[in-house]
């Protein structure tokens, strides 16, 4: 409950900190303490040392693993905006605003980690999403941004509607909005409609596609690219990572006690989405001449991954999208904040950072090989602990082998921006590069290389 | 009336909003097609949880199962207003930036 309470509390505060102050870097403290109260509580909340107790008539269910993922989210917006809070302040002189905003989006995950039911469900993933439209389009005066934002929006709201009416059509065939709705045939046998199994699928297959969606999936990835490359690169960086792990977390919780529902069909479902959410994201990004598009399909790419903690859905997929989260969140928050730095968005503006810009070329190759999860990385260990779990809930071996070859081709164009920093000539342009900046980046290369050669803290901190 | 009349006619008003949706190339419109889905939820819901109740009454004449998707309607109808002040914004600050409300217009972030 403390994550829920504060974060909304601390957006307010945000907001009025945008009154009483113009000054930017002021703003940015504030957001860095508030973020850093907000950890404090929802660590004390998981320690059980001091925790806000209402009665949520069962809305909400606490658990250990949901408070975890809540510190991680949190821990990820703290590096996030410790890295690149300068350049939240140069999109426009509304920076508390943004901050506000990030704070409400913190509030709907802390409600999807912990929801228990639909109602919730639905609230939290508005309550994710409605900042965020408002994120996108940051850029007023920019097309770009304002065509992503309206695309975002309308897209998002259309998913929202297929979501709700498949909600309501779970209300029918159960009358209840609770998590495990398994067939209790609660529509009167005189109603003639084809009975309550037909409209429980139909509404579990909507939920289906609109968490898709949400998550960006394929076959319902095709807004993801166009967002992510028009919003700001800020605000790209912080969806791709907390708003997606979010969102995953909700999906697997919706999906972990009602797939059962579907029968045999669940795992045909999935296998196929998981196939063409790697194929689509990977293939693409091979071809794009943008590395913010291309990491925009590679975000798309590494859903695929996550996926398969869904179709385990086992203790090892557990542990495997809790470190998938941690290296994927490190490795793109890191390589964002370095792209931001970079004028120039193609291949060719990062010829020659090796030579120029040393330490920024470097921890740009940890983040990468993490991405492409290459070992002695965090994304290996991810990769790894996803593969594993499909193969202890004895899924199909062909999946895990088409993922490995997914990751070999995704090598490629991770490899693509390795290649032009090191091996080109160039003068990359780049804005002033502070020394904490740098320090911070340090920083965060080590934490891969740290979580890559041993997992296992990560891990711990969730156990004890 | 028979509940399979509100279901029907609740899925074809959500049928035409997504119809509307893929369809209509103006943005205003577009949004009024989503406000019809999820008005079209909200009958539904509405429905059932009638339907809910009069099932329960049966049994118990104190009855108050079916309260829930009422007051899940009373949700929707905030989240729907929150949305709305928000997509009228973003869609007039496109409109500003490109006097138009048409939605041919995004595809310039493709290439």
């Known amino acids: ?464 | 009336m028979p509940i399979q009349y509100y279901i029907y006619f609740s899925l074809a008003l959500f049928s035409i909003g997504i119809i509307g949706v893929l369809t209509r190339r103006n943005a205003i419109i577009v949004f009024m097609c989503i406000e019809l889905m999820l008005n079209a939820v909200n009958l539904l819901l509405v429905a059932f949880s009638k339907m809910h109740h009069g099932a329960a009454l049966l049994n118990n004449a104190t009855a108050t199962t079916g309260v829930e998707g009422q007051l899940f309607v009373f949700f929707i109808m905030v989240v729907a207003a929150a949305e709305v002040s928000v997509g009228l914004a973003i869609i007039v600050m496109m409109y500003r930036n490109t006097h138009s409300v048409d939605i041919n217009f995004l595809n310039r972030l493709k290439n």
Request: aromatic letters at 14%; hydrophobic letters at 55%; glycine letters at 8%.
């Open chain 1, 1 to 464: 409950m403390n994550a829920i309470i504060f974060s909304a509390i601390l957006g307010v505060v945000m907001m009025f900190t945008g009154i009483f102050t113009d000054k930017k870097p002021v703003i940015t403290l504030t957001a860095i303490i508030s973020l850093i109260v907000l950890l404090t509580v929802n660590l004390l909340n998981s320690y059980g040392l001091f925790s806000i107790q209402i009665d949520t008539k069962d809305l909400l269910h606490f658990n250990k693993l949901g408070l975890f993922f809540n510190t991680l989210m949190i821990a990820a917006t703290l590096i996030f905006v410790l890295l690149s809070g300068s350049e939240i302040e140069k999109i426009s002189n509304k920076t508390a605003d943004f901050y506000a905003l990030i704070f409400f989006v913190l509030c709907g995950t802390a409600i999807l980690t912990s929801y228990n039911g639909m109602l919730m469900l639905f609230l939290g993933i508005e309550i994710l999403s409605i900042p965020l439209y408002i994120l996108t389009g940051a850029d007023k005066h920019n097309l770009k941004s304002n065509e992503a934002s309206l695309k975002y929006f309308l897209m998002g709201s259309f998913t929202t509607g297929i979501m709700l009416m498949g909600i309501a059509l779970l209300y029918g065939a159960t009358g209840t909005f609770g998590m495990a709705s398994v067939g209790t045939g609660a529509l009167p046998p005189s109603s003639g409609v084809q009975g309550p199994a037909f409209l429980q699928v139909a509404g579990l297959l909507l939920l289906f596609a609109a968490m898709c969606f949400k998550v960006s999936a394929a076959p319902f990835h095709f807004w993801t690219p166009d967002v992510y490359d028009g919003a700001p690169s800020v605000f790209t960086s912080f969806m791709a990572t907390i708003v997606k792990a979010a969102g995953f977390f909700a999906f697997i919780k919706l999906f972990a006690s009602n797939s059962s529902l579907l029968g045999p069909t669940w795992n045909i479902l999935l296998s196929f989405v998981i196939v063409a959410t790697l194929l689509a994201g990977n293939i693409t990004a091979v071809f794009q001449r943008s590395i913010k598009r291309m990491l925009a399909y590679s975000s798309i790419a590494q859903v695929g991954f996550m996926l398969f903690a869904l179709y385990s859905n086992n203790d090892l997929g557990t542990e495997g999208i809790l470190l998938y989260t941690v290296a994927y969140s490190l490795a793109t928050i890191g390589f964002f904040a370095i792209l931001m730095k970079v004028k120039d968005y193609t291949f060719d503006g990062f010829n020659g950072l090796g030579t120029t810009q040393p330490v920024l070329a470097f921890v740009a190759t940890i983040c990468l090989l993490s991405l492409a999860g290459i070992p002695l990385t965090a994304g290996f260990f991810a990769k790894y602990y996803m593969l594993a779990s499909v193969v202890k809930a004895g899924g199909p071996l062909w999946m895990v082998i088409v993922a490995v070859l997914f990751a070999a081709v995704s090598a490629y164009y991770y490899f693509k921006v390795i290649q032009a920093m090191y091996f080109k000539e160039g003068q990359p342009e780049t804005s002033e590069i502070t020394g904490g900046f740098k320090f911070g980046l340090l920083l965060v290369a080590a934490a891969i290389v740290l979580v890559g050669v041993l997992p296992s803290i990560v891990l711990n901190c969730f156990y004890f």
